[in-house]
Nanobody
Framework: QVQLVESGGGLVQAGGSLRLSCAASGLTFSSYGMGWFRQAPGKEREFVARISWSSSSAFYADSVKGRFTSSRDNAKNTVYLQMNSLKPEDTAVYYC????????????????WGQGTQVTVSS
């Protein structure tokens, strides 16, 4: 059974930092591209970042470029999202997702999803 478990969310002031983690189990992690998405109340789920299975490539939404960095440790079956210079508009539930040998920006193309972790940025 595949499980993705996010952690690291919380309440932070604008300008602060958080690091999200997503621990995967039940799959060959090194064969899966990983994506980070977020969903704010009343809005659609949107792409944040994606990283290839080998960490050779990573891409970011324009809204987070230069502030967020995704990385992964295949030995620990974990992907990370380092979020710096947080803004109130970054407030959302953040999800990680996995797709075998792919790492797209489209949520519907992912195979597995975590349950999400809340990030709240106060002004």
């Amino acid at each position: 059974q595949v499980q993705l478990v996010e952690s690291g969310g919380g309440l932070v002031q604008a300008g602060g930092s958080l690091r999200l983690s997503c621990a995967a189990s039940g799959l060959t992690f090194s064969s899966y591209g990983m994506g980070w998405f977020r969903q704010a109340p009343g809005k659609e789920r949107e792409f944040v970042a994606r990283i290839s299975w080998s960490s050779s490539s990573a891409f970011y939404a324009d809204s987070v470029k230069g502030r967020f960095t995704s990385s992964r440790d295949n030995a620990k079956n974990t992907v990370y999202l380092q979020m710096n210079s947080l803004k109130p508009e970054d407030t959302a539930v953040y999800y990680c997702a996995a797709r075998r040998l792919g790492f797209m920006s489209t949520p519907g193309l992912y195979d597995y999803w975590g349950q999400g972790t809340q990030v709240t940025v106060s002004s």
